[in-house]
């Protein structure tokens, strides 16, 4: 039997995972799940081209499922692995989701919350950045060079 090891890098490999299918339906490949006392309560990939939808970001999503999940609108006891460090959009939504905490790969210079000063989140939101930056900087990176 195998146990699973339910590290930072395990649940960023989910939302890797979830970033391969946007990258499937020619989407921005971003993925985010949503963690809840080590188990996955929903995962998310951008879906802004195929709902011709600007607010379809992977984090949006995720917080959608995980609060009709948890029937309630706080995530206060969750914590969000996501690919790419939020834009401001999605960071006000997990400001106003109280998250626990944010996990994030591959850092965004040009639209990411944390060049904010102070970053948008919550006062009790945690921030770790750096999450398997390699692999979801990589993907990000090769999407866009596919497509210049």
Known sequence: MTKINFS??????QALKEAQIALQKDEIPVGAVVVCKNQIISKAHNLTETLNDVTAHAEM???T????????KYLNEC?????L???CMCAGALNWSQISEIHFGAKDEKRGFMKHTPPIKHPRTKI??????KECSETIKNFF???R
């Open 79 to 83: 914590k969000l692995y996501v690919t």
């Open 85 to 87: 460090e939020p834009c």
């Open 8 to 13: 930072d890098e395990y649940f960023m490999q």
């Open 61 to 63: 999503l995720a917080i």
């Open 65 to 72: 499922a995980a609060s009709e999940y948890l029937g309630g």
């Open 145 to 147: 060079k596919t497509k």
């Open 128 to 133: 770790f950045n750096g999450v398997l930056e």
